[in-house]
């Protein structure tokens, strides 16, 4: 039976009251090619039990190999209480709250996990979530036009440290709308924004920069921030939420702290999952708040004067402004956002400050390592958090193959991204001298073996 | 029965307009239109030196149940923005005749009278769409 339960009668009046003849005709304005008739590649269903041992099948060939991959996601220790408490009925099966008297639970969680988001990014106001790192880049961008309306040019300035998918997501979903992204300069020893050969006069509605970058460097932010305040441009950065436990948050950085900060929820409490669901965060100054995109609670007392939760500033949310909201494309990832502030509530901020530094230690642990290898070297120079890009003199991808042989997931090939032989490794606190030791001896052996 | 002022331009979109000496044309939304949108918590204002289009969207007043926008009922460029809403949104609620003006316009056409109303018409405008 169809989960839809819509007899064949109740259809046919539906459609006779709003005066269409079938279904169909309620498509009619997407043009016929790009209706697909038939989706070829997708099999025939198949019962519960054969799905379930073909997944088990699909999930025993990953085995459970060391992984020392970064590159925008991130493997934590994850404590079990986590996901135990997320999944307790009350909170697995709640979707959006806003029926503010049957939802108070829900709510608060929501309101504790943007007051721990701003804590940490060190802005005033966060939303509910979005629903991963790179659309949040996005929804910043489109942000930014809304909110910085002296600026009509649409041109949105790119660090060289901005995740180059997370460039591809914004420009597929902000592109049409007649945003462009730019990239600046790069200095070649530093991996970060060449401050020599900024442009005047390109007139950005924003700036972007990572903290740390994609290839793990530290760029300088408070002078790109001042830098692109002078320019008339907002400062939208994209953080990791583990290093905000150490490096000084997007609010601070330069005379007035960046505009918007967002990132990758995923590190907190979030399994790596093959990529989702993961979710992302979105914090900004109080005065763009009506121009942030999606949900955010509010607490509010009640006509007892009882503390209570609610949404708030609904107005700018499509229920309400249709076509003009401030997105009609983004939700909050309640579950993951309900997962993240359990995680951060029992690690607390010295908890979340060991994991930081303990992933800091670990990657340079690891770098010291195979840098001691021949044809092994950083290729930036200046310090780095958890991710470290190494420079090599012979292609990279042989290596990982030969690496994931002895289950080791060795790190992100770089080559494509950087133009030459490099990788991108990270070692977060879930690794042990041992592992680490066990990654560099296997890695000197795999490169004398490709050398023989 | 609200009181229209007699010296206003109203059209049907519940905004009024007031030619001032300047000649310039004040702008704001009629009691009928703050009456029906319930309390004004923010006003979206446009920046003075911008220029609008008539039917454009000029202004969005948001109350506590939905945000509308405000359009422009004639071509020309903003002199002036009543910044005081930007604080006391709900003087629109309080004085939408007064103190609850949303822009002021410098035309750049003459004004087609023809295609605003009257206080009686509007009044009659009124009338009809409560039948």
Known sequence: MPFIPHTEKDTSEMLQAIGVDSIADLFDEIPP????????????AVSEMEISRLMRRRARMDGSPMCFIGAGAYEHHIPTAVWDIATRGEFYSAYTPYQAEASQGTLQTIYEYQTMITELTGLDVSNASLYDGA?????????SVRANRRVKSGRILLAPGVNPVYEQVALAIA????????????????????????????EPVAVVVQQPSFVGTLDDVDRLTDWAHEQGAFLISIVNPTALAVLRPPGQWGEAGADIAIGEGQPLGVPMSSGGPYFGFMTCKQKHVRQMPGRIVGRTSDLEDNPGFALTLQAREQHIRRSKAT????????????AATIYMSLLGLDGLVGVANASHLNTTMLAYGLCGIEGVDRLYDGPFFHEVALGLDRPVAPLLTALADRDILGGFDLTSTVGRNALLVCATETKTEADIEAYVSAFADVMAA??? | MSDLPGDLLY????????????????????????????????VELPEAGSDVDEAGE?????????????????????????EELADDPEKINSDPYGDGWIVRVQPSDAIDESAMMSPGDYQTFLDELDD
């Open chain 1, 327 to 338: 997105s009609n494309i983004c939700t909050n990832q309640g579950l993951m956002v309900t």
């Open chain 2, 11 to 42: 059209t049907n979109d519940h905004e009024w307009l007031r030619r001032e000496e300047d000649g310039s044309v004040s702008i704001g939304i009629t009691d009928h239109a703050q009456s029906a949108l319930g309390d004004l918590v923010y």
């Open chain 1, 135 to 143: 659309s949040a880049l996005a929804e910043a961008s489109l942000m």
């Open chain 1, 450 to 452: 490709d050398s023989a």
């Open chain 1, 175 to 202: 592109g049409a709308q007649g945003l462009t992204f730019e990239r600046l300069d790069q200095d070649a020893a530093s991996g970060n924004v060449d401050f020599g050969k900024l442009p005047e006069g390109r």
């Open chain 2, 58 to 82: 000029m202004a969005v007043v948001e109350s506590v149940k939905a945000a509308s926008d405000v359009y422009a009922p004639i071509s020309g460029s903003i002199v002036a923005v009543n």
């Open chain 1, 33 to 44: 090619e790009l209706m697909i008739e038939h989706l070829p590649h997708v099999p025939p």
